[in-house]
């Protein structure tokens, strides 16, 4: 069975500063990983999916980047902003979902 | 603005009463996905469905639940008898065909009380 892990489980940062987000998963035969943003109370929003075949995958200021030989993936959020306080969920994509248990995220104005 | 669109957004019920959560996908997608989120446990997959024929239902409680999509803008998901342990974020995620895999869509999820 996939297990995903991430760490920190909480992420305290001031306005301004980049975000490092960290997906570990066990079994490095994945077909893709995806990563979503949860708001409080709601449902989760597609951030960025990337394929096995690929490396990594960018959208404005967010990039992530998947090495499935070490069995990570790594989140990079530019510029942070207190808009980007939210809880931060990555989950291996092989048709079905298997999801970490996030990384709570607050961005300090 | 395609979105996937779940509801009833909140039931609160007495344990031993019948739940139905419905889930209307984007249209297009071929595939939906019904996922569970408690605090405990987390996103659990329970059922998965592809062009309305149920793949793999592994995860769900199958003397309880069970999940239909009787055409492709309906799914649903229903409890009988419900209890206290089902009370969780229930979600429905439609999926959108890339490469070898479905990029996922959630829905806003039906917020389940069983007291």
């Known amino acids: 069975k996939q297990e995903v892990t991430q760490i920190p489980a909480a992420l305290s940062v001031p306005e301004g500063e980049n975000l490092v987000l960290n997906c570990s998963f066990t079994d490095s035969a994945i077909y893709n990983l995806q990563w979503f943003r949860q708001d409080p109370g709601k449902g989760l929003t597609s951030l960025l999916l990337?394929?096995?075949?690929?490396r990594e995958q960018t959208s404005g200021r967010l990039n992530a980047s998947l090495d499935k030989s070490s069995g990570r993936s790594t989140l990079y959020i530019a510029a942070s902003q207190p808009g980007d306080s939210a809880t931060y969920l990555c989950a291996v994509n092989d048709y079905k979902l298997s999801f970490g248990a996030g990384t709570t995220v607050t961005v300090r104005a | 603005d395609a979105r996937v669109t779940q509801t009833p957004r909140h039931k609160v019920t007495e344990m031993g009463q019948e739940v139905t959560m419905r889930c209307q996908p984007i249209?297009?997608?071929?595939?939906v996905f019904w996922y569970r989120q408690t605090m405990m446990q987390g996103l659990e997959l329970l059922a998965y469905?592809?062009?309305?024929?149920?793949?793999?239902d592994s995860g769900m409680p199958k003397d309880r639940f069970s999940a239909e999509m009787p055409d492709a803008t309906l799914a649903t998901l229903k409890i009988q008898p419900s209890e206290p342990r089902d009370s969780a974020v229930y979600f429905c995620?439609?999926?959108?065909?890339?490469?070898?895999?479905?990029?996922?869509?959630f829905g806003p999820g039906t917020r389940l009380t069983v007291t």
């Open positions: 469905f592809r062009n309305r024929a149920p793949l793999d």
């Open positions: 995620a439609s999926g959108l065909e890339v490469g070898w895999t479905y990029e996922q869509y």
């Open positions: 990337i394929q096995s075949s690929q």
């Open positions: 249209l297009g997608h071929n595939t």
